[in-house]
């Protein structure tokens, strides 16, 4: 078993994963997983720059990790930043700040491995030999994924829940006409991703990330956020949809309410919401598999292996 540590830092959240790995055997025991929103992409679509509120609240969360992983011993960490730091000019103030912090470089990579990472993360246990088209709906990039038991085709498209809330939403809830503006990105994303990814040949849908699970949550009925109850749970379309047109109604306020949507999703659920909606429209899924394993499990899965 090798310990190791794997830092997912995304355009919404930051996540930390300690697990003990057996590289051989493809098994995974938690020992401390937690998330935190940061916002780290506030304003990047926009104005092309990490905001300093933005990085302060990154390396506060950066701190606390560093804390964690020093008590629980981890022997390799890893540091895996995606969307808003490729996007921004002064990443260098943020891979500085990260460094001075955790003793690591972060890894700013590319689509293709954030799609390679999310794909083992989230397929590793099912073993099974279907095809599967594996969707990671992030806030500020969506990676389509089609393999079986490796990548065969990836494309990671500038579709996220973020980035389409602060491109599109001006009012509370969404007007139509904001609500359609986010489906036209959608759709024109999802045709970008086609050129490259057989997004219609995969047997089973998988989809990964906080807005995916969030409105797994609400599909289930849960009184509260149950990661054991969520994972590899099946939603068939039409209760997508229902709950996409019901946050679509709802305000802020009506959505904080809901206690199994974490208090940093609220204004960016609905977004989220209609990006699995319109993947689902596209590819004809009658259902979606709903895994808590993702990227994250992936950059501890590949740490362990190239730490053998």
Do not use: W
């Not at 020093?70 to 490729?86: I, Q």
């Not at 849960?222 to 939603?235: F, P």
């Amino acid at each position: 078993m090798t310990r190791v540590a794997a830092v997912d830092c995304g355009t919404n959240s930051i996540r930390l994963l300690v697990a003990d790995i057996d590289a051989e055997a493809g098994t995974l025991v938690d020992l401390d997983r937690r998330m935190t929103i940061v916002r780290l992409g506030q304003g990047v679509d926009r104005t092309g720059r990490l905001a300093p509120e933005a990085l302060e609240r990154t390396f506060a969360a950066c701190r606390e990790y560093a804390a964690v992983i020093k008590e629980l011993g981890a022997e390799r960490v890893r540091f895996v930043a995606t969307s808003a730091s490729r996007d921004a000019e002064n990443r260098e103030d943020f891979v500085r700040g990260v460094t001075d912090i955790l003793g690591v470089e972060p890894e700013v990579i590319t689509g293709d491995q954030e799609a390679e990472f999310s794909f083992t993360g989230a397929t590793k246990e099912l073993k099974g030999t279907d095809e599967y088209l594996v969707v990671d709906i992030g806030g500020g990039s969506t990676e389509f994924v089609v393999g079986t038991e490796h990548v065969e085709a990836a494309r990671s498209v500038d579709i996220g829940c973020v980035r389409l809330t602060e491109r599109h939403v001006r009012h509370d809830p969404p007007t139509e006409d904001e609500v359609a503006a986010i489906r036209a990105d959608v759709r024109a994303a999802i045709a970008l991703a086609e050129e490259s990814v057989p997004v219609r040949e995969a047997r089973t849908l998988v989809g990964l990330a906080g807005s995916v699970t969030t409105v797994a949550a609400l599909a289930l009925g849960l009184e509260r956020y149950d990661s054991t109850a969520i994972h590899r749970c099946r939603v068939p379309y039409e209760r997508v949809a229902e709950v996409t047109a019901r946050l679509r109604s709802l305000t802020h306020d009506e959505r904080s309410a809901l206690p199994v949507i974490h208090p940093g999703r609220v204004d960016v659920i609905v977004a989220g919401a209609l990006v699995l909606e319109e993947i689902m429209t596209h590819v004809g899924a009658a259902e979606v598999v709903v895994s808590e394993h993702d990227i994250l499990d992936g950059i501890a899965f590949h740490t362990a292996v190239e730490a053998r």
